[in-house]
């Protein structure tokens, strides 16, 4: 089945405790994104890769750091996460932009 | 910055009537829009695509209708259904690389 799978779909953390959220697609797409969805802001986007070794920042990338080693994986890393990045957040890839598949999301608390 | 919205937050129909989401943009020079749905629980999911250069585009009960002379984009669903109940967005392909989504409308079926 054609799927993004993000990974954790929940998780608590503690500030300044690093942790990576990862995500993986299975369709060979070349482009990826990071988006955080945050009640009335919509979703924001965070990092995008347009293929393997190839990362941009988007409109919200402070905080954040992202890697594309190979094609199918796109991790989102926070070295030492904030309460104002408690947000939930989506992967998603695409073979062109305007069609997007996303993840089921990832629900990050920082106490 | 130039920013993708919507009118109103949230819309009620009745079940088997039609529904119209609308949305403003102010990028006149984006080339793609598209809609998005969001069910509870879940991540976006593409609906349908429509090119800067059409005025309507039709899928499977869902119409888009793109206005540029006043930057407005519209979602129209035939005879809704109650699985249509969601957050709809509509987004906007900026430049080459950059996909920027609008606040959403929760779209609400009564019985």
């Known amino acids: 089945e054609a799927q993004v799978t993000q990974n954790p779909r929940y998780l608590i953390t503690v500030t300044g405790k690093k942790l990576t959220v990862t995500c993986s697609q299975n369709?060979?797409?070349?482009?990826m994104s990071w988006y955080r969805q945050d009640p009335g802001l919509g979703l924001r986007q965070i990092y995008y890769?347009?293929?393997?070794?190839?990362?941009d920042k988007g409109d919200v990338p402070e905080g954040y750091k992202v890697s594309r080693k190979e094609k199918r994986n796109f991790p989102l890393i926070l070295e030492s996460p904030s309460p104002n990045q408690t947000s939930l957040y989506f992967c998603?890839?695409?073979?062109?932009?305007?069609?997007?598949?996303f993840g089921s999301g990832t629900q990050l608390s920082v106490l | 910055g130039e920013n993708v919205g919507l009118h109103l937050p949230t819309l009620s129909v009745q079940e088997g009537d039609n529904s119209i989401i609308n949305c403003a943009y102010s990028?006149?020079?984006?080339?793609?829009f598209i809609w998005y749905k969001q069910e509870s629980g879940k991540g976006p999911q593409f609906i349908i695509d429509?090119?800067?250069?059409?005025d309507k585009r039709q899928g499977q009960r869902v119409t888009v209708l793109l206005n540029k002379t006043v930057k407005h984009l519209s979602l129209q669903i035939a005879a809704t259904q109650p699985g249509d109940s969601a957050v709809y967005f509509c987004?906007?392909?900026?430049?080459?690389?950059?996909?920027?989504f609008g606040q959403g409308t929760r779209l609400t079926i009564n019985p």
């Open positions: 987004a906007e392909i900026q430049g080459a690389q950059k996909l920027v």
């Open positions: 369709m060979n797409h070349e482009y």
């Open positions: 890769s347009m293929n393997v070794e190839v990362t």
């Open positions: 429509i090119r800067s250069n059409m």
């Open positions: 998603a890839s695409g073979g062109e932009m305007k069609k997007l598949f």
């Open positions: 990028n006149s020079a984006s080339d793609y």
